[in-house]
């Protein structure tokens, strides 16, 4: 994109220097932009006042595009075209991700328990327990569930796996949302409602989803323990959901408020995770787990910081229009904790599939 644009006479500003704006001239006009509309990004100072979110990032906006164009321009370059491809991006490595595991679910053993035994034994031969997962040898895979099984080949356990499916959709659907709200919410005033509040919704779910994991298989022999967590978190969930649905709360003025909320949801999993190091203390597991979900923590505050301040484009306005601005900062920074979280609930579950009994 070159700097052509910038006096870019402004789609919806094209009766401003004739004479006597009638209503005759505004259907023609009107009628003008339908027939051949052209794909003009306008400036901060042109935009709608339910466009205006952020007054560092000066110009390149798509302001009331029709439908059409507004989904073409996904292949373009704007000032949404980044936050819309990043979390595009998270999306399709997670939809491979989850057809890895779907495929191990088909075929049995399969690349993902070796990727996670393989990086769990590095940080467990480091810790110097020699303790590694048991062997699983005894186990398959089947029917979305793990079975154990004794040497006379009688099922001894069957694991659930759809709280693994859980964390990979749940966090699928907030990627894919936040990302067709990039893209869309710059159509009309309702559609831009409509998408902010799916994105914060996207959020919530991806929060609460990825507690599913570690929370079901770390306490699967406390099944009142896992109970409590699961529905405190999906309630606290549900709750959040409900808050953002409201309007107003979409305004950039909440922007600090929402954030505070997702950072609550996310920070609420210190207490089962306290409980699990207690619980699990001389299993090394745990802390290959502990270690990814921190390095996460860390991804999703730094990007919360990000998000709020708005850190770089507030030091120089209209440098950061196309790339490397705040919100993209943020964006890179969610798929990043989304993939250390993946490795964290990848050893507990795998941890979870070598333990056939709950017995101590
Ligand atoms: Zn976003």
């Not at 952020?54 to 390149?60: A, K, S, T, W």
């Not at 409201?246 to 305004?251: D, K, N, Y």
């Not at 998000?307 to 890179?332: A, C, L, M």
């Not at 964290?344 to 941890?351: G, N, P, T």
Request: hydrophobic share 45%; aromatic share 14%.
């Amino acid at each position: 994109m070159n700097g052509e644009g910038v006096k870019r006479k402004g789609l919806f500003s094209g009766g401003k220097n004739r004479d006597g704006i009638d209503s005759e001239t505004k259907s023609e006009e009107k009628y003008q932009r339908k027939k051949k509309f052209d794909r003009k990004l306008v400036k901060y100072d042109a935009l709608p006042d339910y466009l205006k979110d952020n007054e560092f990032i000066l110009d390149y906006y798509r302001s009331e595009w029709p439908i059409k164009d507004t989904i073409i321009s996904v292949f373009s370059w704007h000032n949404e075209t980044l936050n819309v491809w990043t979390h595009l991006g998270g999306f399709l490595i997670f939809a491979a991700l989850t057809m890895m595991s779907f495929m191990e679910i088909i075929q049995g053993q399969g690349f993902l328990s070796g990727f996670s035994r393989s990086i769990s034994a590095v940080f467990m031969t480091a810790n110097n327990s020699g303790e590694l997962l048991p062997d699983l040898k005894s186990r398959q895979v089947s029917h979305g569930l793990v079975l154990h099984v004794d040497d006379e080949g009688n099922i001894i356990n069957a694991l659930p796996l759809w709280p693994w499916f859980v964390f990979l959709v749940g966090t699928m659907a907030g990627l894919v949302g936040s990302s067709l709200s990039h893209l869309l919410a710059c159509h009309s005033r309702s559609l831009n409602l409509f998408f902010r509040q799916l994105d914060y919704a996207g959020i919530s779910v991806m929060i609460v989803s990825s507690f599913y994991t570690p929370i079901y298989y770390i306490f699967y022999c406390n099944p009142s323990t896992r109970l409590l967590y699961l529905s405190s978190i999906s309630i606290l969930g549900i709750l959040a959901i409900i808050t953002l649905l409201t309007p107003a709360l979409s305004t950039p003025y909440f922007r600090p408020f929402r954030a505070t909320l997702f950072l609550i949801m996310g920070f609420s999993g210190v207490i089962p995770a306290g409980h699990a190091l207690a619980l699990h203390w001389s299993e090394p597991y745990i802390f290959v787990a502990l270690a990814y979900d921190l390095a996460m923590a860390a991804s999703y505050a730094i990007g919360v910081a990000f998000y709020v301040s708005r850190i770089p484009e507030r030091w120089k306005p209209g440098k950061f229009d196309i790339t490397g601005n705040s919100h993209q900062i943020f964006h890179v920074l969610v798929v990043a904790g989304a993939l250390a979280h993946y490795a964290a609930s990848m050893v507990i579950l795998d941890f979870r599939k070598g333990s056939p009994t709950c017995e101590r």
